[in-house]
Every structure is written in structure tokens, then in C-alpha cells.
């Protein structure tokens, strides 16, 4: 069976301070991986999107930059941290996005 | 317009009454249509997934698709208070819209709680 890995659950990081979130997928082959954001008492905000090794798609202009290293990896990074960028982190995959997504547990950024 | 609408809530009905969450859409020509339960401080979670006009059972709930109206619809049987929860309605619009197989548009969600 298929799984998705996201860590770390909870990351409390100064503000102009590096970010990096890893989300790793298990148990299936060339997957669409996703990064959304998702701020208190807001809905699911699309940030990247792959399609394959390499291919990152950016959704909105911003602070973060996602990379796709290996097949079944995706990473959320930034190179300075804004107050803004607190929020929940959510990484998905899908094979076919006709069925639908399955989110990894999350990460929660807070940003001091 | 916005692309996926909901009420945002909060939704409240007594333990054991039935629930109807709503959803509207903006693009006719949308492929596939899906509920997700997200509980505080968890990720969503893909409870109910329609593609066809019409009805979709699977236990307590029940996804509703009316295409013409772009409307689609969850109904929870015999609320529970662990069923208290966000719910998000979600849209595929198909290839062309973001990728090759098209990306998932998510509603801000519904808030449900069910009282004992």
C-alpha cells in the first residue's frame, strides 16, 4: 500500500531563518506531488505541484521554493522566513488527481 | 465568482439528526467531485470522491451530483459527535487546469459540530 511521509509535525523558527520540510511518498511510482498552505481560519492554498523529477510547477508568487529531487520527494524551502509564512504545511499525492489526493499528517510552522 | 463555495459555518445539529453540507462550482465543465473531513489540527482526509449525476452511498454518508445546478452535496446519516469536523468540497477540472490531469480545487470548508 501506498504512504506519505511529512515531518516534522511541529517547527517553531525565527523570522529570516531557513526553512526546509520534506515530504516522501512510498509504495508507488511517478506520483503528482503537491504543497499546499493552509493559514488559521483559511481554506487550502495550492503553493507547487509536480509532475515528475525536476518539474515543479509554482502556484502564487512567494517566499518558498519547492525541489523534486528523486521521484518520491518533495521539498518545501526558503531561504528567509517571513511572520507571514506561519501555517499549516500539508504535502498530497496522487497518480491519477480524477480520484483525488491523499495528504500527508502536515507540518505546523510557526514563524516567531 | 469563487471557483468552489461553501458555507463556512458553523453547521450545528443534535447527535443521531442528519446533516447536509452544500457546495457550488463555478466550472460546468468539472470531471470529479470530492468530500473531505478534516478534524483540528489533522490533515483532510478524502471521505467521498463522485464523478456522475446522481447519488453515491457508502455507510453513513451519502454524496449527492447535480451537474446542471454545478452543485454537489454530503449527507451524514445518524450524526455523531465524532463526526464534528471541517468538511471541504473539492473539484477536478480536468487536464489543462494545472498539470496534465488537472488540480484538485479545494472550498474554505464547512464546520460541523454535532451535539450530544
Known amino acids: 500500500s501506498q504512504t506519505i511521509h511529512q515531518w516534522p509535525a511541529t517547527l517553531v523558527q525565527p523570522v529570516g531563518s531557513p526553512l526546509s520540510l520534506e515530504c516522501t511518498v512510498e509504495g508507488t511510482s511517478n506520483p503528482n506531488l503537491y504543497w499546499y498552505r493552509q493559514a488559521a481560519g483559511r481554506g487550502l492554498q495550492l503553493l507547487f505541484y509536480?509532475?515528475?523529477?525536476?518539474?515543479i510547477s509554482s502556484e502564487v508568487p512567494q517566499n518558498l521554493s519547492a525541489s523534486r529531487p528523486q521521484d518520491r520527494q518533495f521539498i518545501l524551502s526558503s531561504k528567509k522566513l517571513l511572520l507571514s509564512d506561519s501555517g499549516f504545511y500539508l504535502c498530497?499525492?496522487?497518480?491519477?488527481?480524477?480520484?483525488?489526493?491523499?495528504f500527508g499528517s502536515g507540518t505546523r510552522l510557526t514563524v516567531v | 465568482q469563487k471557483e468552489v463555495e461553501q458555507n463556512s459555518g458553523p453547521l450545528s445539529v443534535p447527535e443521531g439528526a442528519i446533516a447536509s453540507l452544500n457546495c457550488t462550482y463555478s466550472d460546468r465543465g468539472s470531471q470529479s467531485f470530492f468530500w473531505y473531513r478534516q478534524y483540528s489540527g489533522k490533515s483532510p482526509e478524502l471521505i467521498m470522491f463522485i464523478y456522475s449525476n446522481g447519488d453515491k452511498e457508502d455507510g453513513r454518508f451519502t454524496a449527492q451530483l447535480n451537474k446542471a445546478s454545478q452543485y454537489v452535496s454530503l449527507l451524514i446519516r445518524d450524526s455523531q459527535p465524532s463526526d464534528s469536523a471541517t468538511y471541504l468540497c473539492?473539484?477536478?477540472?480536468?487536464?489543462?487546469?494545472?498539470?496534465?490531469?488537472?488540480?484538485?480545487?479545494f472550498g474554505k470548508g464547512t464546520k460541523l459540530s454535532v451535539k450530544p
Open positions: 509536480s509532475v515528475g523529477i525536476g518539474q
Open positions: 473539492a473539484v477536478n477540472k480536468g487536464p489543462g487546469y494545472g498539470g496534465s490531469q488537472g488540480n484538485l480545487i
Open positions: 498530497a499525492w496522487t497518480r491519477v488527481a480524477y480520484y483525488g489526493y491523499t
